[in-house]
């Protein structure tokens, strides 16, 4: 069993429900979803570029997969995310768009978020005690060849290259593309997405994700609400 701590939209959301259309899974039911018919780009060709994001589902990663550390409990755990959950306020995500990172398209903010940059790095800090080592197959596989020094020292120290000062918010929704299907792809991502992010996104909760075994689809295990959105719920 591996965990990762993320954010990803409740379920009802319209951001979360044009994500599983356009993944082509739910993430939350873990069954499959009918891709969305958009001009320009076939149904067969949405399946192949959504092939490798739709194993891991719609979200965006603070903490990456993990397995538990040596005497570490799920209980413990879980315990431990409800009580940081409920310290934490809501973050509003201005500017979030279809963009491209390097031959990868995803949902990124167009500005700087300092509240969401410091979200993730209490989060990957407050939880590396419940993080196991890295096995040399799994350092292996993120290529510490093509790092930075600053990555790598990340993956040594945090188990991820890209946290800290190299965090990224991104809401990953292909796998890698070629250079002369960007725009053709962009802008019917765009056509898709864009009536769903009319209004900004706010992280109000985190999402524990769960892979059972590996290989096997990663699915939302619980949602988390941060303690003022609880609180008023409670009200």
Same mark, same amino acid.
């Given at each position: ?13 319209? %951001? ?25 780009? !076939? ?10 994001? &739709? &194993? ?11 397995? %538990? ?13 409800? %009580? ?90 292909? !796998?890698?593309? %070629? ?53 008023? &719920?409670?009200?």
């Amino acid at each position: 069993m591996r965990y990762a701590i993320c954010f990803t939209p409740s379920a009802g959301n319209p %951001l979360a429900l044009a994500a599983a259309s356009w993944l082509g899974r739910n993430v939350f039911s873990g069954l499959p979803v009918e891709h969305p018919s958009l001009r320009g780009i !076939g149904l067969h060709e949405i399946a192949f570029h959504t092939a490798l994001p &739709r &194993r891991f589902g719609f979200h965006a990663t603070f903490k990456a997969p993990f397995r %538990l550390s040596h005497g570490a409990t799920e209980a413990a755990f879980l315990n431990d995310l409800m %009580l940081f959950a409920d310290r934490m306020d809501p973050v509003l995500l201005q500017g979030l768009r279809v963009g491209r990172i390097g031959d990868v398209y995803g949902l990124i903010l167009d500005r700087p978020c300092p509240a969401v940059d410091h979200l993730a790095a209490s989060i990957v800090q407050v939880f590396d005690g419940f993080r196991a080592p890295l096995s040399e197959a799994e350092i292996e596989r993120r290529n510490p060849d093509r790092l930075s020094a600053p990555q790598f020292s990340n993956l040594n120290r945090w188990g991820h290259p890209y946290v800290m000062d190299e965090f990224r918010f991104h809401m990953t929704l292909t !796998g890698p593309l %070629l250079g002369r299907d960007f725009a053709r792809i962009e802008e019917a991502m765009k056509i898709h997405f864009d009536p769903a992010l009319v209004e900004p996104v706010v992280i109000d909760h985190l999402a524990l994700f769960v892979e059972a075994e590996p290989g096997a689809p990663f699915q939302v295990h619980s949602l988390h609400p941060f303690g003022r959105i609880a609180n008023r &719920r409670i009200a």
